[in-house]
Structures are given as C-alpha cells and as structure tokens.
C-alpha cells in the first residue's frame, strides 16, 4: 500500500524534499490510513508531517472522544497535534452559511491559521476513490462542466495534496485492518450523507452489478484525464483573459478588447467568467445565461447596455465590453416627474434618471420616404399625435404600453420579466409619456401608438444619452 | 415543437439557405418526426429533402413492412426516396463485424452513395435529447474522456446534422401524437438493446426521482459545454500537430519535434495520439498506455526504441521522437547463432539481426575509478569472466537470465511480459551469451553475472547500433 501511495506521490509530483506537511486527521478510517503512510514514508520522502484537529462541537460526548483519540495517537507517534474547538452551528447561524460550508470554511481558516505559525507548507487530506467517484456521479446528475467533472483536485495551488486519492476504500479499510489500527467511526460528516449514501449504496453496486464492476477506478482515470484537459483550458483563458481585459486604475472599470470574441467559444466564456468574478469580488456564481449575454451584446450596436447581478453593468462600446458598477453612490433614482410642453420641445436638454435627452423635430412636408437612423437609445415618434405635454417619469404600479406591432396593451411588470430585467434596475429605467400613455421605455421598447408612418408630417427624435 | 428546432438549427448552425439534405429515414417515430418538422419548415429554410432507408433484412416481414412504410409517407409528401436492401448478418460475418457495426458501416456507405449520384450536401439523423443522455450515461460507466462525454455530436464536419437534439422522447411523441402520425415501431435496432434499455428503464428514472427530474435536459446542456471544451482542444492540437510533426516525402517516417513535450500534457497526448493514427492509417485505438510511454521515451536518452502494436517502432533521436514502421520487409528475422572467439573480439563488426555490434575492450590495470558512459544501448561488462565465447542468438524456450541487481533467476517471457514487449517483437531482440549465459537482452536487461566492478581488469564494451 505504501508502494502504491509513493508511486501516486512521484506521479503527481504532489511531495518534495523538505515540506512540511499538516494532516488533517479526523480519527477516521481514511485520514487514519493517510498518517499512517506518510508517517511510514516519513524518512524516504524526507518530510515532516503534523496533525490537525477540528472539533466542530457537533455530536456531543462524541467529539470530544474524537478528540482525545487523536491527540492519543499523535502522541504515541510522536507527531506534533494541533486542535481548536469552535461550535460550528453557531458559527453557521451567525453567517447564515449550512454547517456544511461553515465546518470547511472554519476547518480551512484553521489550518492556514497553523501553517503560516507553525512553518508548513502543505495540508494533506484524506479523500479516497470512492469519494472521488461518488463526487463525480453527484456533480454529473446535479449538472456540471469540465471543472466540476474533473472531481476532487490531486492537488491544489501546491498546497493542499490529497495522496491516498489513489486508494478506494476498501483498500484503506483492509490497510487499517492489516495494521491493527482502531479508527473512530464518523456517525455524520459534513457532506450530504443522504444523497452520497444513496450513490453509495444504490447507484455504484447497481453500475458494478450490470455495467462496469471497476466503476470506481474507471472515473479516477477519467477524471485524472479531465483534470489535465481542464488546467490546459484554465491556464488558457487566464493567458487570453491578461490580454484582452484591461482595467483602469483602481479596477472600476474593466474592459474586454473586441479582439477577444474572435477567439473559441469555450475560451470566450471563460474569460466573461473570470472577468465578471474579479470585478465582482465576490464568488458569486454568474450563470451560463449571464455570459451569453454578453457574447450576444459583443455583436450588438455601440451603447447598448446590459444589467446583471452584483449591481454589475455592461456596455457595448464599438465592440469592446465595458463592465462597470451601478453601485448606488452613481446610481439617480429618480422620483421626479418633468413635463415638458408640447411647445417647449427643443429649448433644453433634459436630465432624468441617468440620462440626458435631447429633443428635436423633423420635418417630412415633402413625404419623401423617410430614412431614420435609429438605434437603442435613438427613437423617431409622430409629433402630431401628442395632444399637451412629454412626460419624464419612473414606472408606477398597473403601467401598462401597446408595444409596437401588437394591439393589446401589456403590463410593464410582464414586458420586465420577458426582457429578464432584474428588479434593482426597474425604478431606474425612465418612462416617456406623451400625455397620459406611455411612448417609450428608455432602451427597451417604444409604443405603437405613436410610430412614424409614411404619412407622419411631424417627428419628434429623442436621443437618450446614459451618464458616467 | 417546429419554432424549437427551428432555432435549434440557427442556434448550432446546422443549416443554410440552399441545402439539399437527406433524412435517415427509418420510418421510427424519430426519424418520422424529422422527416415532418423538416417538410414543414422547408420553405422558411429554403431547403430541398430526400429519404433514405436502409432495409437491412434482419426482421423478416417487419423489416419489407418497414420498407413499404417509408415508400408510402414519401410519396404521400412528394419526397424523392432511396431505398436499399442489404444482407447485414451476412455482411457483419463476411467483414468479421459485429452487427451493430456493420449496420453503420453500410448505412453511412449507402448515404455517401447518394449524397454524390444525386447532388445532396447534407445526412439529418433522428437522435432526440433522450438517445444523448442515455449515451453519455453509458460512456461514463464503460470509461471515457473529453471526447466520449461531448455526446452525440449536434453537427460532424458541416456533413451530418442532428436536427431534433434539442426534443425529449417525451416530446418527439406528443408531436406524433398530435399530428396524427403513425410510425413504425422498431422492435430491434442496432445498438445494444439491453444495456440501453437498462439506462433508460432504470437509471434515469432513479435519478429523476431521487436527485434531479431534469437529468436529461441537465446533461444535454453539460454536453453542449463540453462539446465546444473539446473542440477548441482538438483544435488547438491540429495546429500544435503541424507545427511539430513532420514527415517525410512519402509519410513512412513521421518526427516529433522535442519542443512539441513542453506544451501542456493534454495537448501533448493528443498530438500523439494524432500522430499514430495518422501513422498507421488504421483506426486502431491505440490506449493511452502507448501514449505515456511514448512521453517517458522523449525524456529518456537519445537512441532508446520502444515497439508499439501495428507494427510502430518509436525512438527517441536526441530528445525528438522519430515514429517508423517495423514493417516486415525490413525487418530480418536473425535464425542463425554467432560465436566469437574470446581472442576475436574486437576484429570484426558483427551484423545480428536488426543491429550492428561493436565491440571492443578496454584496461583499467591502473584500478583507476571507471567512468564508463553507458547507454540502452552501450553496455559494459566484466571480460574475464567469459571462458572462450561470445554468442549472438535469439530467444529459445526457457531461457533466464540473473538480471542486473537481483540474486535469482528470471525468465526472459516474464521480463517481455513485464516490459510489455509485443509478442511479435521478442524474437528480433538480440540475446548476447558469454558462454552458454545470457549477458544481455539488448536495450532491456544486463546480467548480474558478469557486471563491472572495481575489482574489474579486462572490461568489454559492446556498442549496438540500431540499423534503419
């Protein structure tokens, strides 16, 4: 077993002279096994190994009995032990986190806690190819891509190792049973024990049963596989992504030269991805949907400007995509109403929400065929069919517009969610209402009801410009 | 159901203005199905459609009942129709082909038939999002990588599209339902029935009802990623294969260039792989095995060989790796025995087999430390060891050898065994005896025997050389 696991070491080039590596040692069967080997494998490898304990305070006399077992074995192998109690279920209240996350965040936090003290520079952890391929299963019905389907990392960033990841457990329990060692059995962990047991217990005999019995070690191989594939395409996108995505000083605004959509789709992707999540800050997990926006917005005309989450805003600029915030320091919500005279239409700019817009009149006496630039932020409207006043207004509840082209009215709510507006940016959008109907909604759609036609005499241009 | 596949088939491109393309038409609900949507979008896509059916007489009256079928519902929609009748039991057992296969061989030959004699461009196949699942289901659990889990392909070389990808079986029989269309029922077809049937009567719905009811629109989406994840690798590896591989005029000797082994290994392998298949012409599959022996060989010494199946010989020239053939023609089958002479040696080149030896001795009475570079294929020995011969021969049942470290004996068929030499490989490999001893398995193995030591006078050296 100790052969197996320093080939798997070499292969994957996961130890080297001179680490000092932290076990995180549960007192379970696996991470059991685990220091014992790298205990075994102590001088050939020329390493130092400690261990790790987390108490979560969860399963009551339980824990502390975990506890004492790993300080005892610790002690009897001469291995430096560092354990920390933390009550995880109050920690996951106060963060509003499931213990799931909470227990790996604070084990995680503990650990790097020990590693920057105590000089290691590796943390090793005990998964197994059971867990591997029960990892990939869950993840592939849950729904995945590459990253997902490459599993659990052989290693990660040079610093977390998992070396036993080549052993399946029955192999770890016939090593704990060959050593005579006592493990403690863990009653819960941290994963979802349901659905891992129904993949254990149901679905694996069932595909050893009928398909496949070396199931287990078929998806370690694929999985290795994949792993490469994926870091191959990861280190890829971050190459396109240095060269194609510029960020002003302070990293208010990126932008995403238009050389880039010449490249793969599943480049392409990644980099929106990765560009989204370093403006962000945040892990927030940007859907498929959000990045094909924005692919489709690449192709789209200058100025058109897309909303997503995290208050994120994107613009088209002559093909390049410009990502910038519409954090609420720079963000106008506007509760005014202006109304402008019929009269008065041309004297003034006007700013509402966060544009400027600016009115003129056309003439078309001569019924010559009409040739209207229009755009996004560009519309033409039949002045003759405004009785009074334009009005600047926000939407109200009951808003309803003939959208051009159709003859029914409908609701403003309806058209909000078709168009996948997000609701933070629905007060922001202005309304133009001449009289008491609604003429436009600013960058989505205009009413029939005062479309040009070829016998309009009079039209009315708005161009709408967004501020900085 | 005619909306969705409409903007299926712009969404992934499948079909341009003009196209002539012809159904695989089996008279199946499916192909039915396809037939159908494309004869009622054919105006709007400005296409042009032909039937083509495959009787294979494999299901009696069923399979000229289905014959009839096709020949009916075509002219009832004035579609030209191709009909063709093959024996493929007798095919499949002619070409030593399982069934399954030879039905696709024929079926793919018969449509390429048409496509040339009348003028079409495209095959439409009658997969639905079901058949997709069910694959990568089944890819998974016999083994697989990027390729495997990309699924059915949605389109292959502009040639063969997949139009209804994106329906459910669900949905492919509420649109027969609702259409009033009454397809065949295939009672058999060429895929393993039995497995499939397992993925599809229990897998899929135990993971619908226990984790995600979705499962297979979920991974009809994971394959849509991965799809466009491995098209942009194999890419990626086309250029990187004609950046680094070349070959001579007439391809019967293909280099690898050594910088090709810096880029990333996923890219690497599949270079490779390339290189082989294109090597022997032959689609022959040639396990990643081969592959990673082929990587280590580019790390090893210049002159190293390894023997590959399909008669590949692989040779590592200075850290490029040269692919060739052994090839019958050139290779010779040494039956004779040479003996030299103790008191010969040195006079003569020896010509065995494949090889040229040198030998030649060197004196280290001064008991100097030795520096002698070895190589694979550069090997040093003890003279005064051997009594009165130097024997070239090859394997003889039985033989061992004492190899190089080890006390007891080993036989050669295990070393081969154990080194993976092919079979059809060990009896090309020169046997060196001195006396009636087996010293060295050329580029394999010395023996303990007759090994330098300090205490050494009289040292033979013996330098092979690999003839082209």
């Known amino acids: 077993m100790n052969k197996k696991v320093l080939s798997y070491i070499i292969d994957n080039n996961l130890i080297k002279s001179g680490d000092k590596i932290l076990v995180a040692f549960s007192g379970g ?78 084990r995680y936090d503990f650990f790097d806690e020990i590693l920057k003290k105590e000089g290691f520079n590796k943390i090793a952890t005990a998964h197994n190819a059971n867990d591997q391929a029960e990892t990939i299963i869950f993840r592939l019905m849950r729904g995945t891509g590459l990253e997902g389907l490459s599993g659990i990392k052989v290693s990660r960033d040079n610093k977390i190792i998992r070396p036993i990841l080549c052993l399946s457990r029955r192999e770890v329990e016939k090593y704990i049973e060959e050593k005579d060692l006592n493990p403690r059995i863990d009653k819960t962990n941290f994963e979802k024990i349901y659905n891992r047991n129904k993949i254990r217990l149901d679905i694996i005999p069932y595909i050893q ?55 793969d789709e599943a480049i392409v992707t990644r980099v929106i991805r990765n560009a989204l999540t370093d403006y962000s800050q945040s892990h927030y997990d940007f859907e498929m949907k959000h990045i094909y926006d924005i692919l489709e917005l690449s192709k789209k005309e200058t100025g058109k400007i897309i909303d997503l989450p995290k208050n994120i805003s994107v613009e088209n600029i002559y093909g390049d995509i410009k990502i910038s915030s519409r954090s609420k320091e720079n963000i106008i919500y506007d509760k005014r109403e202006i109304a402008i005279n019929k009269k008065e239409i041309g004297k003034e700019k006007i700013n509402f929400s966060n544009y400027e817009f600016i009115m003129s009149i056309l003439n078309n006496q001569s019924n010559k065929s009409l040739n209207l630039k229009e755009s996004n932020l560009v519309k033409y409207f039949d002045l003759d069919k405004i009785r009074e006043n334009v009005l600047f207004r926000t939407r109200k509840n009951g808003d309803k517009i003939i959208p051009l082209g159709m003859r029914g009215q409908k609701k403003l709510k309806d058209i909000f969610i078709n168009m996948k507006i997000p609701k933070e940016s629905r007060d922001l959008i202005p309304l133009i209402c001449f009289d008491d109907e609604i003429a436009w909604i600013v960058g989505l759609k205009i009413s029939d009801s005062f479309k040009v036609t070829n016998n309009s005499k009079n039209i009315l241009k708005i161009v709408a410009k967004r501020k900085e």
């Open 29 to 106: 069967p696996d991470s059991l096994c685990l220091l014992n080997i790298l205990q075994e494998l102590k001088n050939e490898l020329n390493i130092e190994i400690g261990a790790a304990h987390l108490n979560h305070l969860l399963r009551g006399e339980d824990a502390f009995k975990d506890e004492e077992f790993v300080i005892n074995i610790c002690k009897e192998k001469n291995i430096p032990c560092y354990v920390k109690r933390v009550d995880i279920n109050k920690y996951s209240k106060e963060n509003k986190l499931s213990s799931e996350l909470a227990g790996r965040n604070v």
């Open 209 to 263: 049963d009928n398909f496949n019995k070396d199931i287990v070690k078929t998806l370690n191989r694929m999985s290795l596989l994949i792993q490469k594939d994926n870091a191959f395409i990861e280190r890829f996108s971050i190459k396109v992504y240095n060269e194609y995505c510029k960020k002003d000083n302070d990293s208010k605004i990126f932008i995403l030269d238009k050389k880039l959509f010449k490249e």
